[in-house]
């Protein structure tokens, strides 16, 4: 009788084991990231998150949603970023993405942006206020790395169009000692990638730029 117990329990337990205890963990994981689904989130804080730098300002003139798939994110529609100085625009954006650490999900204050992905965009450089653009990297500097995807460049000369850097993908990494950017795109029919790196050694920058074109 002992053994036909113990029998028993281990069949239950092996049932518990491949069975119950899988299914468990996956419903109390799929409902952990899902519940965010049900918070409002403002959007003048997400603008301040985004631009953390006293020289640009951020207005997100689409919804804020949360999205758990594929990994959680807050996604956001129609974003303008603009210089502050002269109100001069910089960049728009129709899809970002604010990806969100896995960790403190339930506590939306909280909440730990890994990285920042703004898709569909266009910016417009007018070279002839170029100490605008320099400007903007004297100020507070938001370290959260930016991915920059099918995008579009375009160089002006105050209202006198010069050309476009069209299919432009670019990753920026920033930190206290060090800044670092890639961008890959297409130029006057060519293909063309810019490497720039910033870097504080002994108190003094030591700034690089890389510059290919296939032809």
Known sequence: NI????????????????????????????????????YTYE??????????NNNITCIINGPVSYNFF????????????????GNTKLLVAK????????????AKDKHKINNIILSDFESIINLKKINNYKNI???????????????????????????????????????????????KGKFLNDNIVINFSNKIKEDKPNTQIELKMKN
């Open 3 to 38: 053994i036909n117990i113990f029998k028993k329990i281990n069949i239950k337990l092996k049932k518990f084991l491949f069975y119950h205890l899988p299914a468990s963990i996956i419903f109390f994981t799929f409902l952990y990231i899902i519940i965010p689904t049900f």
């Open 137 to 183: 990297f004297k100020s507070k500097i938001n370290y959260i790395p930016i991915k920059f995807t099918k995008g579009k460049i375009s160089l002006y000369d105050e209202k006198n169009y010069i050309a476009s850097i069209t299919d432009v993908n670019s990753i920026i990494n920033l930190s206290k000692s060090s800044s670092e950017a890639e961008l």
């Open 70 to 85: 594929p990994t959680p994110r807050i996604k956001l529609k129609n974003l303008a970023i603009n210089i502050s100085s």
């Open 43 to 52: 959007k003048s804080k997400i603008e301040k998150i985004i631009c953390n």
């Open 95 to 106: 899809d970002i993405s604010l990806k969100l650490s896995i960790k403190n999900l339930l």
